[in-house]
């Protein structure tokens, strides 16, 4: 079901947590958000093919699907875009994508199915029209993937921020508000070592965004950070080591010959 987020003089911000439906469990939490203004609409990180009947028919209560004026990818991961090619038959939508993933998601598209539908987001982001409103493309490159964008509302202020602010939780929990990031870090700290790239790229995520008026922060997994929480995470992510920083020579040795993988134990 979609919560929604805001919802104002014809401008709308529904998130929805809870349309994963993998009945073995093994597939991780993912949130999917819509954003409509003036009757035309975008899909941002819309997910995989397990997501995409139900948020189908959610989009109906909301906007008519076919019409979809954008979906927005992140990134070119499956739990964010795998479902591509259903939106491209059912709907006229164009996939904004990175440059830097443009010539890679036809490879899971049927052949001619991108033809003209695909436009690339250059690394520097840009500014998109969406009825009577703007949204911003912000760089989040290596934040991340290697060509990686958000997407800003400056109507709502709410940055929608891919896998930046993500924190593992079960979907039950993926729409609870966080206000202080303190007691919510345990969610987060070890996704962001590993998946984030390096300090370097957070710091100057950072330096950009503390400029800007941000009142929530929708991660593409787990709850959203509003008010304080969103000045305390963009301050904690400035200074963690992640990614490359930690690596070292004992994580790159030839592993021993001695235990298969996906052997029975
Ligand atoms: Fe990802
Ligand atoms: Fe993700």
């Not at 987020?5 to 093994?26: N, V």
């Not at 189908?56 to 964010?80: C, G, N, R």
């Not at 800007?212 to 959203?224: K, N, W, Y």
């Amino acid at each position: 079901m979609g919560k929604p987020l805001f919802d104002r003089d014809g401008h709308q911000c529904i998130l929805y947590t809870d349309l994963c439906e993998d009945e073995g469990g093994a597939a991780v939490q993912a949130n999917q958000c819509l954003i409509v203004d003036a009757g035309q609409a975008i899909l941002l990180d819309p997910g995989g093919t397990m997501t995409y009947n139900e948020l189908y028919m959610e989009l109906t209560k909301v906007t008519s699907p076919k019409k979809l004026k954008y979906v927005f990818a992140s990134h070119a991961d499956p739990d964010i875009i795998a479902s591509l090619p259903r939106w491209l038959s059912s709907s006229d939508t164009r996939l904004l994508v990175s440059r830097v993933w443009a010539r890679f998601v036809p490879h899971f598209c049927p052949s001619g199915k991108t033809d003209g539908r695909i436009v690339p987001i250059p690394d520097r982001g840009g500014v998109i029209s969406l009825g009577n409103c703007r949204l911003t493309l912000l760089p989040a490159h290596f934040l991340h993937a290697e060509g990686n964008l958000q997407v800003y509302d400056p109507t709502s202020r709410i940055l929608f921020s891919g896998d930046l602010g993500a924190s593992l939780l079960p979907a039950a929990r993926a729409a609870d508000i966080v206000e202080d990031l303190g007691p919510h870090l345990q969610y987060m700290t070890d996704f962001h070592r590993r998946y984030m790239t390096s300090n370097r790229a957070c710091r100057l995520w950072a330096n950009m965004v503390r400029k800007m008026q941000i009142e929530m922060l929708v991660p593409q997994h787990g709850a959203p950070l509003v008010g304080k929480a969103v000045d305390q995470f963009i301050e904690w992510i400035a200074e963690l080591n992640c990614g490359i920083d930690l690596m070292t020579e004992a994580d790159y040795q030839v592993p021993p010959d001695d235990k298969l993988l996906g052997a029975p134990a």
